[in-house]
């Protein structure tokens, strides 16, 4: 019934979530019982592939929640979703045991190697699932909120709140690097081996986390598409477009922005434990705050304050990069900065704004 009330005048959340139902549905048949030398068969390699995608969406979402119907412009997210993906690394690390390179029961490979006599105490209880899953949702979730507590309550906002997220991101990342902090250093996290006891190598495994991608990516939209259309999502509308006005009215609307900033990062924290076990691996390099400026072209190319607009801009982007990088590494960030001016300046509305004024879709994003 809900479902039904949130798409019944959304034309654009209906093709995205049916595209979503045909891949979920299509792509494992493709690839576990089509034949490998059959034009109908889908690798391993392009399930994971895809599976990157629907991450990367879902994050786009996060941010397209607070940029495009809050008006805050986070050039941090990227932080958020490494974190949630350092979680996940480090449970999938505690599942390798006696089989990594030294055989230490408890001990990963490279605190072996640095000579570490026991596990952190912040190692503890990430050997079990359930509490890996609590810590993907409470760690991003938790400096969210003590950063935007801090920033909103200053009523920090526009260029200045931008610059301190990035701050925010490139503090990480060099912190990440260190050896020191337990978190693998330069490599980060890598050779996982299994996960809830399937073997991460296995074609089934693989499509199972695909289809797990899938149906987080649906639920997040549908979760983020009620809000935007409840009460709270007219607040923060308004507060984006008239905060002085909202604030006159009696809303404190640093409260509202606190909110969904931190269930933003929360989002973003569970793409990023969904993508870790799909590529293998998580270093600081996911902290860089040049992969939160790409993901603010994402959501400008597809749309702001769309959702799956968002998400269409960053399974596009994602697609032209993988393109690139394959085949001229070395351009793909002349053409990502040729993206973000056209962007600006031709499509100020993105992709959905296009197709808004050639009716394909309609206005209720």
Known sequence: MIVKRLMSHDKGGKVFLSVLFLLGLLVPIANLLAPPDSIFHVTTYSVTLLGKYLCYALLAISLDLVWGYCGILSLGHGAFFALGGYVMGMYLMRQIGTRGVYGHPELPDFMV????????????????????????????????????????????????????????????????????????????????????????????????????????????????????????????????DAESRARFLGYRVEYYQLWVFTFSAVIAGIAGALYVPQVGIINPSEFQPLNSIELVVWVALGGRAT????????????????????????IWLFVLGTLFVLVTILLPKGIIGILRRTRLVTNNG
Not at 188 to 202: A, H, N, P, R, V
């Open 307 to 330: 959702l799956y607009g968002a998400a269409l801009g960053a399974g596009l982007v994602n697609y032209i990069k993988t393109i690139l990088t394959g085949a001229l590494p070395e």
């Open 113 to 240: 190697f640095l000579n570490w006599e026991s596990l952190p105490w912040y190692w503890t209880g990430l050997d079990q699932f359930w509490f890996a899953g609590v810590m993907i949702i409470l760690v991003p979730g938790i400096l969210a909120f003590l950063f935007g507590w801090l920033a909103f309550r200053s009523r920090v906002s526009g260029v200045y709140l931008s610059i301190m997220t990035q701050a925010l991101t490139y503090a990480l990342m060099l912190a990440f690097f260190r050896n020191e902090l337990g978190f693998g250093g330069n490599n980060g996290l890598t050779d996982f081996k299994d996960i809830l006891g399937f073997s991460l190598q296995s074609d089934v495994t693989r499509v199972a986390l695909f289809m797990t991608s899938v149906f987080a990516l649906a639920i997040g939209y549908l979760v983020c598409r009620y809000l935007v259309t409840s009460k709270l999502g007219r607040v923060i509308t308004a507060s984006r």
